[in-house]
């Protein structure tokens, strides 16, 4: 893809934590708005902790929203250590690097997949069928989460973009660590972010208050994705049949 142009920019930040996901969601979209957005474009966000930042982008823009389903897999042994993510679309990441280190057998990293792959099953089962990534084919689309630690989620979610053939990815989360960043900007048109520690331990350090999104929660927030895309004029909507 093309050459990335990164920004990352404090000047909504009172302190070097958000509120909550709210918070962060509304001053990312007031960096976003900092150069125009093309009225086709598509948010999507990635479940659960996503969901409320790319709710407000879409809100801010008047653009269609979509969930994608991503999974991280993580080490056997560490959990919250990431080894590489699935996305939706049969799509699977691996660091292999980290395989080799931790010396995890190839049985151990495909039980993980397969675990996680089940749970990703599921979800796509309970929230509903989104939109078919083959139906982005030539758009382009902003990502959003609440944070990257690793990137390895964003990574699996941009791996699935790119096999749709979307026009042009942007990456938007409050906050990505240093190494999160070399990992994904390379991969996209466009990083967007307002802060970029030199040390992270985890995106929960940066959110005054971030609790854990219920699946209750989650169907609530995909009802208003749903009202959101339904909302949208042509040529912001996408089709939901496939193509």
């Not at 560490?78 to 057998?105: H, N, Q, R, Y």
């Not at 971030?210 to 040529?235: H, K, M, N, Y």
């Amino acid at each position: 893809m093309g050459q990335t142009s990164m920004r990352v920019s404090t000047p909504y930040l009172t302190s070097q934590s958000f509120a909550d996901r709210v918070d962060a969601a509304r001053q990312l979209a007031e960096l976003l708005a900092q150069q125009p957005v093309k009225p086709d474009t598509v948010v999507l966000a990635l479940p659960r902790g996503g969901l409320p930042i790319g709710v407000a982008i879409a809100q801010r823009f008047g653009l269609a929203l979509e969930p994608l389903l991503v999974r991280k897999l993580g080490v056997p042994t560490f959990p919250e250590f990431a080894m590489g993510a699935i996305a939706t679309g049969g799509i699977c990441v691996v660091d292999d690097a980290v395989v080799k280190e931790l010396k995890l057998s190839d049985e151990a990293v495909q039980q993980v997949i397969k675990s996680e792959q089940r749970i990703l099953d599921e979800r796509e089962r309970r929230y509903g069928a989104s939109v078919p990534l083959s139906n982005l084919r030539g758009r382009e689309v902003i990502v959003c989460d609440d944070g990257m630690a690793t990137g390895r989620t964003m990574q699996a979610a941009i791996a699935a973009l790119r096999a749709a053939k979307v026009a042009a990815i942007t990456v938007a989360v409050p906050v990505t660590s240093q190494a999160a960043l070399a990992r994904v900007a390379p991969l996209v048109a466009q990083v967007e972010s307002l802060f970029c520690p030199a040390s992270f331990d985890a995106v929960s350090q940066w959110y005054r208050n971030f609790p854990q999104l219920g699946d209750d929660e989650v169907i609530s927030l995909l009802s208003q994705v749903q009202r959101l895309s339904a909302s949208v004029s042509t040529p912001g909507k996408v089709s939901t049949s496939s193509s």
